[in-house]
């Protein structure tokens, strides 16, 4: 299956792009993109534990079952400040 | 004004610059006696760094969606309230307003409350990221992993808000 994967902030620099496509074997969750990502890009892994993501413009969990046409977008953590 | 900010869209994100009397105008109601606006301004200074201006990015959709999530979740504690959240994008300079925030209750309280909330709740778990500029580099600050779920993150909104 095809998705596509959006990235933000600092992922996005490290990824060289706002925006990629992929191909996932069928079943595949949001880790499992976030695990093909990182084996792309190895300096990605490094918000193995911080990353959130959405799937299809709605938050999401990692466990979440990916389909055919998905839109998945990783998100390093938001801005802070007080 | 800008016509960015003023089509009316109570959530929103623009790169346009922001005007905190058109937001309020959004929450304004005959049954509302209490309107605050709280104003997020990009400041000179940061962690011992002189901050020349900002960059934010956003993901806009899921932007929007966390305000609304945000007001739903205002109104499960404060009934009345009514927001409008206006969040800039791109480069913001020094004075510049990055956010604006409008509550609108009955009374004032849940006025101030809410306000107060919603700039902690977008913290949490806005889709929204800075990168400063400051004298001698860059950096994108990280905050908060973004987790609409995670009860332990709102609680402490709600405790901050209601101090």
Redesign the interface.
């Known amino acids: 299956m095809r998705i596509t994967i ?1 990235l ?3 992922l ?1 620099e490290i990824a060289g792009a706002s925006e990629l496509s992929r191909d996932l074997p069928d079943g595949s969750t949001a880790r499992h993109a976030w695990d093909h990502l990182a084996g792309e890009f190895p300096a990605i892994a490094g918000y193995q534990a ?3 993501c ?1 799937v299809n ?3 999401a969990r990692l466990t979440t079952r990916l389909h055919d046409g998905d839109d998945i ?1 990783f ?8 | 004004m800008s016509p960015g900010a003023t089509d009316g869209l109570r959530f929103r994100v623009t790169a346009e610059p922001l005007d905190a009397a058109s937001t309020t105008a959004l929450v304004a109601s005959s049954e509302c006696g209490a309107i605050t606006c709280f104003i997020g301004v990009v400041r000179d200074h940061n962690a011992g760094r002189r901050v020349l201006w900002l960059d934010y990015e956003a993901y806009a959709p899921l932007a929007v969606k966390a305000f609304e999530t945000i007001e739903g979740e205002s109104a499960d504690r404060w009934p009345s309230i009514r927001l409008a959240i206006h969040h800039r994008t791109g480069r913001v300079e020094i004075g510049e307003a990055s956010v604006v925030i409008a509550a609108a209750s009955p009374h004032r309280a849940d006025a101030f409350a809410a306000a107060r909330y919603a700039i902690e709740r977008i913290k949490q778990i806005a889709p929204i990221w800075k990168r400063e500029h400051f004298e001698g580099g860059e950096t994108w600050i990280e905050g908060a992993t973004a987790d609409p779920l995670d009860e332990t993150a709102r609680r402490a909104a709600f405790e901050r808000a209601c101090v």
């Open positions: 959006r933000f902030a600092r996005r911080s990353v959130s959405a413009e709605e938050y977008a998100l390093p953590p938001v801005s802070g400040g007080n």
